[in-house]
């Protein structure tokens, strides 16, 4: 073991710029090296309670109120149940949660928002049951309510950790305004799949960047105080999700099998749940897979022995929507009895929506089935929330302080911020961007003049309350005195194309013509697998008939996934992917067309050619017979050229950028010291070497050329995303450690190793960077 003392993700990215430097650090945050965990069922001691912080006096609180409580009252903190969003207590949907708040045997309610509502439902547990304890309001604010950004993949495209902390703030001051307390986000699952339909609401391919956006969502949800201020009245509680590895599922079908060594497991999948446990995150999720055979509901080495034991982790672990129950389709358990013992014995603290706990519970603790312990430690840890959100001492929400709709501040923050997370794929010839001039533009496709730009995971009412503008109404307005002409040319689905000849038209009669296609929000996020990730339907037809005219076009893509582009790429000057933008999203796609915002996203994913490539990942290790054009025996397709379409951290600027080779501070540095703590600085010169302002982010990478474990052919260690002049240059410094240049064995108990030997550290600005410089370990 390394016995590195780790820095925070988050922490460890923060740099400052000044006289014309940019500092940063390489560091991440992976898990502790550290012993097992111990058996299932068994439960850490609660902590040591100090005499006078806040903390101590709430665990002799929680002491004196677990001695008071009767077993079926503990297990009913440990139980969460739906709402139904129309009615007020006891009405349609809502009688079974009523009942069970009113004989004071439910610890949490989902889905349920609006002070009035809130009140009426926290008034009856806290004033008419005999514990008065208050409940705990959870809800999916993933990427807005009213207010909505970008999905999480878009975001992490913007390789701008301020990005997704803007959406965290606002989303917190909306939510917790209407008594939401705790929002089931940010979602950290990592994946190789873009087939997979959640790979919307992760961060795409790599863990660093996963690592580095998760601790800046939970530190932007919960505070500043050692990444919690819970109790203030504009944060909510985080949940890191889906614990682990649920990005892996087989054929990107979700909840699918996932098979993964201890090695991968704790060098792909786990790093962000750490780097999240680390700003302070307060509850996590468990996933729906199972892991190598074993479901993550009722994974004791994940849930226990990782989580709990060897990170110390004192918050609570949620069960998914049913998770518990599924223990029986999954051939884990044969009832809903032995489902919630292997659940709660397994490290499940609240089972959401089935209620095999508090059903079967008193029952398991008679026969020793599971201990008093165990369910004392799971009850003491969701009241352990309970009190740091100060819904003791401050239950109720000010009804007249709810957030109803946007405010103007929060939409500049929304289409701010969908600018900076879209990502330019392709311009030749300067395609982009259109001169502000133009004196007529066609807007074609369908969504073209579609508010469906919200994306998966948008909260309930938002598309009411809040639509997205759409990208005919951003380019007229973009455009006051310009003829703006539409045509939908296709549906969405791409059945229906019999509105093709009009688009032609219209694009005949423009200047340019701006085709905007792409997927509805609805074919990503969750059970929204999809076998083909091209263009749906014959959109791509569409492409081809504005191409066919010989007049100016470009497209924008608008989707919520990595898409493979076909035929139709060749033909289009310029490809802009906008992604599913959010509230302003069309605005921010005119932003971006006219050049008031110079484009610097990346692509936070690989996009492949076919999906007969997938997985297709930057992040891959070498095998024995590495491509070679000339050699047949080596490692590639008959039918392919070798490669992605566009790499991971692709994206262009309406500038051009040089970056120089790396500069080490030294060439050779020994294990030991860097296992002691000691860093290998890393320095590169960006020059932008164009005509007008705009970003490039500056990524580093490193390979381990021979190692116990064989190592991928890259691994991004740190990024910086900087504003530079024409002609201006800036260093942007970077530092090395041990957890760079280290690795996790596959020794289930957790072994961290630094290895000696030749190390490739290569600066640029996407995964195929070539300039490098070589570090000796020695």
Known sequence: MSGVRRRSVLAAFGG?????????????????????????????????????????????????????????EKFGQLQQLPWSWDTGPGGGGTEEATRAVRAGRLGSVLSIYGGKANNALQKIAVEETRLGIPLLYGFDIIHGMWTTFPVPLAQAASFDPRVAATDAEVSAREARSHGIHWTFAPMMDVTHEPRWGRIAEGNGEDPYLTSVFAAAKVTAYQGTDKGRDLAAKDRLAACAKHFVAYGGAEGGRDYNTVTVSESQLRNHYLPPFKAALDAGCATVMASFNTI??????????????????EWGFDGFVVSDWTGVQELIPHGFAADGAEAARLGLNAGVDMEMTSTHLAVNGKKLLREGRISERRLDDAVRRVLRLKYELGLFDNPYVDEKAVVQEPTPAARRAARDTAARSMVLLKNEKKALPLAPGTGSVAVVGPFADSPDLLG???????????????????????????????????????????????AVAAAKAADVTVVVVGEASALSGEAAARSDIGLPGDQERLIAAVAATGRPFVVVLVNGRPLTLGDWLGSAPAVLEAWHGGTEAGNAVADVLFGKVNPGGKLPV?????????????????TGRPYDPDNKYTSK????????????????????FETGAPKLSRGSVPARALRGGDTVEVAVTLTNT???????????????????VVQPVRKLRGFRRVTLAAGRSTTVRFSLGADDLGFWTNSEDGRFVVEEGDFDVYA?????????ATLKVT
């Not at 973009?478 to 229906?496: E, F, S």
């Not at 690989?606 to 070498?622: A, C, D, K, W």
């Not at 302002?693 to 390979?703: A, F, K, W």
């Open 456 to 502: 998966a995971w948008a909260f309930p009412f938002a598309a009411k309350t809040a639509p997205a503008v759409t990208v005919l109404a951003g380019v007229r307005a973009a455009l006051p005195g310009a003829k703006v002409t539409y045509a939908q040319g296709v549906d969405a689905d791409g059945k229906d194309t019999g509105g093709i000849p009009a």
């Open 606 to 622: 690989t996009f492949p050619r076919t999906v007969g490539q997938i997985p297709l990942y930057y992040n891959h290790e070498s």
């Open 292 to 309: 190598n055979g074993v479901p993550a509901h009722g994974n004791a080495h994940t849930l226990t022995g990782i989580l709990k034991d």
């Open 764 to 772: 640029g600005t996407s995964a195929l960077a070539t300039a490098k």
């Open 16 to 72: 400052t710029v000044a006289a014309g430097a940019v500092t940063g650090t390489a560091q991440a945050a992976p898990a502790e090296a550290s012993a097992a965990g111990s058996a299932a069922g068994a439960a850490p001691a609660a902590p040591v309670p100090g005499p006078g912080d806040a903390k101590g006096r709430h665990e002799r609180e929680i002491s004196a109120l677990l001695r008071r409580m009767t077993v079926e």
């Open 690 to 708: 164009g005509d007008r302002e705009g970003d490039e982010v500056v990524q580093l990478y490193v390979h381990d050329r021979f190692a116990s």
């Open 637 to 656: 397709y008959l039918d392919l050229p070798e490669g992605p379409q566009f790499a991971f951290g692709h994206g262009l600027s309406y500038t051009t």
